[in-house]
């Protein structure tokens, strides 16, 4: 089922809650995901939020707030926010979780719009960017902080958005060079111990980057 919805940061709670005051929970749960989450609900939430209110263990008010602050909400607010982005007016190069690092003649994107970012959207899906179009991937210090499930899943993604024979840098901690530099003569010291250790826990001060060259899709 389509559903149609205004950007997610527009929505209006008070006016929600007036146009559904005269439904019922059930019927109030349903509204809520199809206005918010543009799907309709599934088993678990409508078990949750049907017993939430039906046991006066919250208001209405409250079921929304909690709705807003879920990671698929904030997930579909980011992607209807980003919706307009005009791809052909920028480089052919993209510069993923780029945090500070905003680098000229890229396309730099980042979660967080704190440096200014490009495009301000998760990484992880860029459905709105074009398949086979970009000449180069950056990725670096952002595949450890993802968790594993989702690493197939990503570099699947970020090779669809290459063209044949771009690049993807991607850049990440490395165990086998921290345990090396564990067991190096250096860092055998009572100082050197805590030193490697607070190495191996901000563990982007040792990493691997690798080039991945895209000739045929690779997932």
Same mark, same amino acid.
């Given at each position: 089922?389509?559903?149609?919805?205004?950007?997610?940061?527009?929505?209006?709670?008070?006016?929600?809650?007036?146009? $559904?005051?005269? #439904? %019922?929970? *059930?019927?109030?749960? /349903?509204? =809520?995901?199809? !206005?918010?989450?543009?799907? @309709?609900?599934?088993?678990?939430?409508?078990?949750?939020?049907?017993?939430?209110?039906?046991?006066?263990?919250?208001?209405?008010?409250?079921?929304?707030? $909690?709705?807003? #602050? %879920?990671? *698929?909400?904030?997930? /579909?607010? =980011?992607?209807? !926010?980003?919706?307009?982005? @005009?791809?052909?007016?920028?480089?052919?190069?993209?510069?993923?979780?780029?945090?500070?690092?905003?680098?000229?003649?890229?396309?730099?994107?980042?979660?967080?719009?704190?440096?200014?970012?490009?495009?301000?959207?998760?990484?992880?899906?860029?459905?709105?960017?074009?398949?086979?179009?970009?000449?180069?991937?950056?990725?670096?210090?952002?595949?450890?902080?993802?968790?594993?499930?989702?690493?197939?899943?990503?570099?699947?993604?970020?090779?669809?958005?290459?063209?044949?024979?771009?690049?993807?840098?991607?850049?990440?901690?490395?165990?086998?060079?921290?345990?090396?530099?564990?067991?190096?003569?250096?860092?055998?010291?009572?100082?050197?111990?805590?030193?490697?250790?607070?190495?191996?826990?901000?563990?982007?001060?040792?990493?691997?980057?690798?080039?991945?060259?895209?000739?045929?899709?690779?997932?």
């Amino acid at each position: 089922m389509n559903y149609q919805s205004n950007l997610a940061g527009e929505l209006d709670d008070t006016i929600f809650l007036q146009e $559904t005051a005269n #439904q %019922s929970n *059930e019927a109030f749960v /349903q509204a =809520l995901y199809r !206005k918010y989450l543009l799907r @309709d609900i599934d088993l678990q939430g409508y078990h949750h939020f049907f017993s939430f209110l039906a046991n006066g263990k919250g208001t209405r008010q409250q079921a929304i707030a $909690t709705v807003r #602050q %879920s990671p *698929e909400f904030k997930l /579909q607010e =980011l992607k209807l !926010k980003v919706k307009g982005f @005009d791809y052909s007016r920028y480089p052919r190069r993209l510069n993923l979780g780029c945090g500070w690092d905003i680098k000229p003649g890229y396309v730099n994107v980042d979660l967080h719009d704190f440096a200014k970012p490009d495009l301000v959207a998760d990484i992880r899906y860029l459905d709105l960017l074009p398949s086979g179009y970009y000449e180069e991937i950056i990725a670096r210090d952002c595949l450890e902080h993802m968790p594993r499930c989702d690493t197939q899943p990503v570099l699947k993604e970020w090779s669809r958005l290459l063209k044949i024979g771009g690049i993807l840098r991607i850049r990440t901690t490395s165990l086998i060079d921290l345990f090396d530099l564990f067991k190096s003569e250096q860092y055998q010291s009572v100082e050197g111990q805590k030193t490697s250790w607070f190495i191996f826990y901000s563990a982007h001060r040792r990493v691997k980057e690798i080039g991945i060259l895209r000739d045929l899709p690779r997932f």
